[in-house]
């Protein structure tokens, strides 16, 4: 009995990490191919406003690029 309690208990912890687990990594962006090109705070240049905003550091920064 106490190993069938030990078994399960173990297998919840399993499952609850497994359902915690973070791997940091962005979700794929889904944009449009389209060119328009867009720059982030850092300079670096994407090529639309959807790029910019998915794959930038520092997405709030996102404008278009040569404007102020």
């Given at each position: 009995?106490?190993?069938?309690?030990?078994?399960?208990?173990?297998?919840?912890?399993?499952?609850?990490?497994?359902l915690t687990y973070d791997t940091g990594a962005?979700?794929?962006c889904i944009c449009t191919d389209n060119y328009d090109p867009y720059c982030d705070a850092t300079g670096k240049v994407f090529s639309n406003s959807c790029y910019c905003q998915c794959l930038s550091t520092q997405p709030s920064t996102c404008k278009s690029c040569g404007k102020d």
């Open positions: 009995m106490k190993t069938t309690v030990r078994i399960a208990a173990l297998m919840l912890l399993i499952v609850l990490s497994a962005k979700p794929a």
